[in-house]
């Protein structure tokens, strides 16, 4: 089978996630799984009951072999494909006490990563044809943004910055404090002339400062539809155009349709529902 799925975060990135998610869940031990005997072997079968793009077979994975090096696991797919509703997606086979103690943790993992891969695929699949990208944000569940991110590039999305270190993106309060337009460009340029600009602009006056500014891109902050078909033919072949704000699935493939570059979607990792997921275990 070819997978779908980009490269991954390291595996100490997900054993990390996996630590800390363990720590507030497990904590001393788990006081339930101590009813079980120590002894005991079992087997489980995951089921996806909806339609779903998969994402975050990894940390599903470490969510168990932490528990026990040696457990068996079996994949039917891999991270970016489709999982049909009522399939059977993954078999397990080890000690029963580590199966049960790493299930919530992993089915938490599993279930919120697909979550997101599914909604972005919903949003790439409403722009097919346009030629435009559809960006995800740092509105982020705090301390799983890396797996977030991965798991909108397995829904066929693509990342925005990371944070705030690796591109600089000046909006309407970096412009006050900064005096302007072009003294928030002059000095992103000065100081870190390595990073890509973006400035965000409210109308078309602001856009023509930014692309005097020498922005690399432009964000239309919640222009209207005509605004933004002006906004493309102004700034053709000066700089790329990303539009954010009352973003949707009813308005996204209009945007798209304007001839701008980029998108970008805070839904895809704010507005998450969990893919509904079910482990079953049964003792050998």
Known sequence: MTS?????????LIRADVERAFAEDIGSGDATADLLAADALAHATLTCRENAVMAGIGWFNASFRQLDPDVQIEWTLQDGDRASAGSVI???????????SAERTALNFLQLLSGTATTTAAYVAAVAGTGVRVLDTRKTVPGLRLAQKYAVRCGGGHNHRVGL?????????????????????????????????????ENLDELQQALAAGADRI??????????????????????????????????????????DFISVGALT????????SLRLQLD
């Open 4 to 12: 779908n799925a980009p490269a991954s975060p390291s595996p100490e």
């Open 90 to 100: 993954c078999r397990l086979r080890g000690k029963a006490r580590p199966l049960v």
């Open 165 to 201: 270190y690796d591109a600089i993106l000046v909006k309407e309060n970096h412009i006050i404090a900064a005096g302007g337009i072009g003294a928030a460009a002059a000095a992103a340029r000065r100081l870190h002339p390595s990073l890509l600009l973006e400035i965000e602009v």
């Open 219 to 260: 964000m239309l902050d919640n222009f209207s539809l005509p605004l933004m078909r002006e906004a493309v033919a102004i700034a053709k072949g000066r700089a790329q155009l990303e539009i954010s704000g009352n973003v949707d699935l009813t308005t996204i493939g209009d945007y798209a349709r304007t001839g701008v």
């Open 270 to 277: 704010k507005h998450v529902r969990a893919v509904d997921l």
